[in-house]
């Protein structure tokens, strides 16, 4: 037996002033900075640095799209992501400071 459960659609998301041109340097950023990591690899990498490469470029094409004409469906990944590393920064400040290593 086939059990589905539908999703509610996310909302759209807000507008407010200066959030399309903060989208369109979300959507390019985060597929340049994962270019750039591949840069950084001194091991040779073949044919999958290109490859990355090339689909971090269409990922990049795909978000700048829903970034400047289809902005109300754009969720930022900075913010998605941020608010996790922050979130793991926190907790290791406060477990440096609860064994008493830090500042």
Known sequence: MWLLVAREPQA?????TGRRWLAAIDAVAW???WVF???QIDAPV???G????AI???VSAA???RAVWVNHRYWFTTWR???IAASLFVIGMVLKLATGQGA
Not at 12 to 16: E, G, I, L, S, T
Not at 50 to 53: A, C, E, F, G, I
């Open 31 to 33: 597929p340049l900075f």
């Open 56 to 58: 971090a470029l269409l």
């Open 46 to 48: 073949g044919i999958v």
């Open 50 to 53: 290109p490859m990355v490469v």
């Open 63 to 65: 978000r700048i799209h």
């Open 81 to 83: 992501w941020g608010r």
């Open 37 to 39: 990591l591949l840069s």
């Open 12 to 16: 759209n998301a807000p507008h407010w």
